[in-house]
């Protein structure tokens, strides 16, 4: 054996196919329990970002606020432990080879503290007793022991984010034998050419090679218990966590941002136009949160922007526009004070093309001006993430236990008709749930759907917050939310899978489990009663309140003998969809990492586009407009008209014993669905 590594050194050794990489974490640990369990004390504390990199893989070790920090002065319980700031690094395969890797956990000479005192939590893994985990093979010569974290694999140019905490089992006794103790360890990555593959593992159907993947298993229930055992996930934040750093345009852009305002001769007419309403909301300052990446315009206050002296102080501004809402009255809107993104405007100019503004509906014509704004852009990039929440979870659908992916998650694709796939889920009756994602592996923006169109055509009522609807002449909620008349998101997604799926003679494959159109309202104090029209109050749906209010999503349809879509009279669903085909709800957007308030551009469900989700928002009274929500291409869920046209992505449930040719689930190698 080669003498011990300096903390900066690296080695690789091969041999034959077997690539073995072993980095020293900067951080060498030493934890010391006096009598009084007084302190955990650091003999070498990183303090400087290390990248080590081979031929083969590199293993990046970050410090910035990354450290293992044990702040306790004595052992803790798991959950002050799950809470400690975790060591972060990084470990990237630059070969031509699929790879798996195990990160392991070497004790070192001099360590005299029992791995049965102290507690792990690798990413948001199950938490561990250190001495229950399995044995590895020790690189060290005068190691004391070694044990794996955890095991993984990684396809060319990939990389995988890893989060480390360790802490004192809050039951440590108070004996000789585990006061004044030392521990030493060192993180040891242990590559190989990957020869995992479920297939040849003699494990055939799609629903089990997800399972078995996630651990790269050949026991299928091993994986269900270790998802089962894995840390709850906090819905309130987004997965991965983000922290935003504000990134300022370096110069001025000419029409970086307009505003189309109605004219001030509307002013106290019947289109109920204020004074304020002519105008655009600037500020002379601003707060940036790096937590959520969105801006907050303060100091602000209405201008004409043409009389602006822009020389004079800083202005900042949020948006604008117009609408002609469905009361033919012109309503501005984006005129905010909290955004994704804001300008620093330094001139105005009026675009002398845009004098009009026409009511599709009445071919009315409004005089209305559009202000043009140069200035500098601010917006944000990511600074650093937390992606240890991430991969398959757990949670009861309507069938069963469901297994969800959520995160930064990489092995969830699959190749199914000529198209690729996300997975979304295991459905609790075995099938698989998966959401189009193009027809070239890694597609983003429109390529990942098939087309944009509206949700509705129309949105002048509640009943068109419906993927199906029925009487909209001021009837009862019953006849309104009946199933008689398809959406036209229902209309173009059936017509894309007859094409596509059907009429290839593909439908055998896929499993009719239903899509949720949750159209159950809210519980709050005087809400709409989702039948009138035009409506005295707005009615808020029960996913408007889940995903601003509460942030806790379900996969459980609440009126699923109306509102969960199949095509079937099945023990579970409402037998009113020609083809099983929908969309993504906002609460699997949910669980997939997205939360109200905050941007992640990170998760896997994040496609730098806009595209339907078939969760209702709400219905606007004051301008009678149902709104559904939709995903943003900021990396948020919003709600829009219904008559906006944004992009379709077919959601299809594949049977639980479809088969599959090959593959591991990344975008390079989906899995492959045996259609033979």
């Known amino acids: 054996m080669n003498d011990e590594l300096t903390n900066n050194e690296l080695i690789v050794k091969k041999y034959k196919s077997k690539y073995f990489l072993v980095a020293c974490i900067l951080l060498t640990l030493i934890m010391v329990v006096s009598l009084s369990y007084a302190y955990f004390l650091f003999t ?38 799950k809470k400690l700031t975790p060591f972060t690094f990084t470990v990237k395969n630059t070969c031509d080879a699929y790879m798996s890797y195990t990160i392991n956990l070497e004790s070192l000479a001099g360590t005299t503290l029992s791995n049965q005192y102290v507690k792990v939590m690798l990413n948001n893994e199950a938490i561990v007793n250190l001495s229950t985990l399995e044995d590895a093979p020790l690189y060290y010569e005068d190691s004391v022991g070694s044990k794996i974290l955890g095991k993984y694999s990684l396809g060319t140019d990939e990389e995988e984010e890893f989060t480390l905490r360790l802490w004192m089992n809050e039951d440590t006794p108070a004996v000789p034998e585990a006061m004044s103790k030392t521990m030493l360890s060192k993180i040891v990555v242990n590559a190989t050419i990957s020869n995992y593959d479920p297939v040849t593992e003699g494990i055939n159907t799609l629903h089990d090679a997800i399972l078995a993947n996630e651990y790269q298993v050949t026991d299928v229930q091993v994986a269900k218990d270790k998802i089962a055992a894995k840390q709850e996930v ?32 509307l002013i106290g007419t019947e289109f109920d136009v204020t004074e304020n309403e002519t105008k655009v909301r600037l500020g002379k300052s601003y707060t940036f949160n790096s937590e959520t990446g969105y801006y907050n315009i303060t100091d602000y206050d209405y201008y004409d922007p ?14 604008g526009g117009y609408s002609i809402d469905a009361k033919d009255k012109i309503a501005t809107y984006w005129n905010n004070n909290n955004c994704t993104y804001i300008y620093k405007i330094t001139s105005t100019s009026i675009d002398s093309k845009t004098t009009t503004a026409t009511n599709s509906v009445t071919n009315t014509q409004y005089a209305v001006t559009k202000y043009l704004f140069t200035g500098y852009k601010l917006d944000q990039v990511e600074l650093e993430s937390d992606k240890s929440d991430r991969g398959l979870y757990q949670a009861e659908d309507d069938y069963g236990t469901t297994y969800y992916y959520r995160g930064s998650v990489k092995n969830n694709y699959v190749y199914f008709g000529g198209f690729y796939w996300q997975i979304i889920r295991i459905n609790g009756d075995g099938s698989i749930r998966m959401m189009y994602a193009g027809k070239t592996p890694n597609a ?5 759907y098939i087309k944009g169109a509206p949700f509705n055509k129309l949105r002048d009522n509640p009943a068109y917050v419906g993927y199906m609807y029925g009487n909209t002449l001021n009837t009862s909620l019953e006849q309104t939310q009946a199933n008689e008349v398809s959406s036209n998101a229902k209309t173009e997604l059936e017509a894309w899978y007859k094409t596509n799926i059907a009429d290839k003679g593909l439908g055998d494959y896929v499993a009719d489990s239903g899509f949720c159109n949750d159209r159950t309202l809210s519980t709050r104090n005087n809400n709409g009663d989702g039948v009138i029209a035009p409506a005295t109050k707005t009615t808020y749906y029960a996913t408007y309140d889940r995903y601003y209010t509460t942030k806790t999503p379900t996969y459980k349809c609440a009126n699923a003998e109306n509102d969960l879509f199949t095509t079937s009279a099945a023990s579970v669903g409402n037998n009113s969809a020609t083809y099983p085909v929908g969309l993504i709800t906002v609460d699997e957007l949910m669980y997939a990492g997205i939360t109200n308030g905050y941007m992640n551009r990170l998760t896997y469900v994040y496609q730098n586009t806009y595209y339907w989700t078939m969760s209702p928002s709400y219905f606007n009274a004051t301008n009678a407009s149902a709104l559904e929500f939709y995903l943003n291409p900021a990396g948020f869920a919003g709600r829009h008209w219904v008559t906006n046209s944004l992009g379709l992505r077919p959601v299809i449930n594949l049977k639980s014993d479809t088969l599959i040719e090959s593959g591991v689930g990344t975008a390079a190698n989906p899995y492959v669905v045996d259609t033979n």
């Open 44 to 81: 070498d504390k990183q303090t400087n970002t290390n990248i080590v990199k081979s031929t083969c893989l590199s293993f990046e070790l970050k410090d910035q606020k990354n450290d293992i920090n044990l702040q306790s002065a004595f052992p803790i319980l798991d959950e002050e432990g």
């Open 444 to 448: 983003s923006g429109s390529a990942t």
């Open 234 to 265: 906090d819905t309130t934040k987004t997965a991965p966590i983000i922290d935003w750093q504000k990134n300022i345009s370096s110069a001025p852009v000419t029409n970086v941002a307009s505003a189309t305002l109605p004219a001030k001769s």
């Open 306 to 319: 043409t009389t602006v002296n822009y020389g004079e102080a800083d202005y900042y501004f949020c948006g």
